[in-house]
């Protein structure tokens, strides 16, 4: 069969993300401007300065990723883009700018799902090392700063279908990896720096009752109809860390790593190690620890409920050493294998959105002119 070169297209969060991917299997340019810099001071994403900040960058980076795969407009098969979930705003930018593409080259348009492409990037990955064969019934944990789901994957045809076994009940994981940092001042995003931190720390040094992270549905059926339900919650644990600051009178240590902080143009992990005390890297690292332990041991439950065959973890949290090493040494005694993404194609990028369009394209699953964007777009 002939080569298929998808041109995908990502902007449903605070990145702006271009690439060309080659029949599902070959990442070929994958560009991202990431905006960082522009939310850094704010803690978190401004959806509106995200939505600013993705018209400034979508033309330049959509060249960007013709230029790196050397090919030109025309020379591509066909436009994906992420339709949702997502900011309306932010998702809108990349929609609008790819319909408009589809329709002055007459080329098909392809809408993704953002999770089902954080999914594919770890199935474009393996094909990229020469595993075509995933073996079914797989699961998959998408864990990112906006998600935190379970989803059974079928294959029907070419197409993949999902069904939701799983799901945060407040925070997502990256969210709580976020707030802590913001609250600890650690810097934005949480989750890399956390990261970085927690190697130096104990992870056993502040005990999380597991009452704080409330486990409201560990296998059980809400619906009759449906399979059981495992359901993740991660807000707790924000507030017992802040309840450890309170009580360990942490206040003035952190306002003054703030405000040093604040002096530096771009803080690297061994900077922001440097500011902090060996308390501080302590709760970090027990906090990580007990995020990483019902992230996987409920993960796992799901696994032996379902008889899944091979988990696949994706998504910004699945960059997380801790996570990957705990996944894969638990995943491994239960005889499932876990396949992860590189860190690159974990966290959001546009090749994952070109690789998930693939198996579209093969099914004549197009887009209309018509289709919008849907920032509660669920996948199914
Ligand atoms: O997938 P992603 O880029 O965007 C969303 O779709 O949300 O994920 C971003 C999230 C952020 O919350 C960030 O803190 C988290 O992923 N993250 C990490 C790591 N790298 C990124 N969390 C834990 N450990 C990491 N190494
Ligand atoms: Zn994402």
Redesign the pocket.
Known sequence: MADVYILGIES????TAAAIVRSGAQVISSAVASQIATHQPYGGVVPELASREHLRAIVPVVRRALQDANRTYESVDAIAVTKGP?LAGSLLVGVSFAKALAFALEKPLIAVN?LEG?IHAVLLEERQKGNFDVQFPLMTLVV????THLYLATQQGESWRYRNVGHTRDD????A??KV?KLLALGY????V??ALAKEGNPYAVKFPPSQIKHPNRGEKSDPNEGPQFDFSYSGIKTAVLRYVEQNGMRERIEQRRKALEQMQKPKAADVRALCDQQTVDLVASFQRAVVDDLVTKTLAAVAEYQIATLFVS???A???E?RQTFEKRAAEVGVPAFFPSRPL???NAAMIAAAAYPKWLAGEFAGQEFSAEAALPLR
Not at 12 to 15: A, G, K, P, V, Y
Not at 172 to 175: D, K, L, V, Y
């Open positions: 449903s969060c605070d990145e997502g953002h954080h990112s700063g906006g998600h997502a994981a990256g969210e990896f976020d940092a995003p949480g989750g890399p956390i990261d998504g910004g949290v960059a997380n050493s996570l974990s966290t959001d």
